[in-house]
């Protein structure tokens, strides 16, 4: 690849990137989505089996987000039982 591709690409998906994170998503994406273009066209056979095998990945991807999700979850409702009983010890604790 071309030395002006590069930086192409690279500044677009690192601009999209930043421009995401710091919530202007629309022009963000379109950043982005201009740099997967550019390495696209210089890169089609790769691009089209990540594209075949996209299915697999989003689900791969899902089930780590199912995994995670039931770990906070977790989490929150421990934190939530902690809190309950440091609060009913400090009001018997208070309460004589």
Do not use: C
């Not at 089209?48 to 929150?76: C, N, R, W």
Request: proline letters at 3%.
């Amino acid at each position: 690849m071309q030395n002006w591709k590069k930086a192409v690409v690279f500044g677009s998906i690192g601009a999209g990137a930043v421009l995401l994170i710091s919530g202007r998503r629309p022009i963000g994406m379109a950043f982005a989505a201009a740099g997967l273009a550019v390495l696209a066209s210089e890169y089609p056979e790769k691009f089209e089996a990540v594209f075949e095998d996209a299915p697999d990945y989003l689900q791969k991807g899902m089930h780590i987000l199912s995994k995670v999700q039931k770990l906070t979850q977790g989490l929150a409702e421990q934190a939530e039982q902690q809190g309950v009983k440091a609060w009913r010890e400090v009001r018997s604790h208070y309460a004589h």
